[in-house]
């Protein structure tokens, strides 16, 4: 018996279990594109060139540095152009600079 609603339904699970697990192995990385990081930064080689690119971030700036960027500080690290991200959780703004810091 052929029930082909029944695959269509069956990889419809599998694609939403994918996205769960995906977003459960990289949170960060789920908020940045939420975010529209990729809008001017380049992320593994994907996005656009109006801001600096994101790999190899970690390495450039210090944990203290990328939560003042993010939380919108206006340091030496965190230009005026980047938006305003008050609207952040703490436990948001953690889980960017983790993801951001293991670039």
Same mark, same amino acid.
């Given at each position: 018996?052929? /029930?082909?609603?029944?695959? *269509?339904?069956?990889?419809?699970?599998?694609?939403?279990? !994918? !996205?769960?697990?995906?977003?459960?192995?990289?949170?960060?990385?789920?908020?940045?594109? +939420?975010?529209?990081?990729?809008?001017?930064?380049?992320? !593994?080689?994907?996005?656009?060139?109006? +801001?600096?690119?994101?790999?190899?971030?970690?390495?450039?700036?210090?944990? #203290?540095? /990328?939560?003042?960027?993010?939380?919108?500080?206006? *340091? #030496?690290?965190?230009? #005026?152009?980047?938006?305003?991200?008050?609207? /952040? *959780? +703490?436990? #948001?703004?953690?889980?960017?600079?983790?993801?951001?810091?293991?670039?």
């Amino acid at each position: 018996m052929d /029930l082909p609603f029944l695959k *269509t339904a069956t990889c419809a699970m599998i694609l939403c279990f !994918s !996205s769960v697990v995906m977003a459960q192995e990289n949170p960060g990385l789920v908020l940045a594109n +939420g975010l529209g990081c990729r809008a001017c930064h380049l992320i !593994s080689d994907r996005g656009g060139n109006a +801001g600096p690119p994101l790999d190899g971030l970690g390495r450039r700036m210090s944990r #203290e540095q /990328l939560q003042d960027a993010i939380a919108h500080k206006h *340091t #030496e690290s965190s230009p #005026e152009a980047l938006p305003h991200y008050s609207h /952040l *959780t +703490g436990l #948001e703004i953690r889980l960017l600079t983790d993801f951001l810091g293991g670039l």
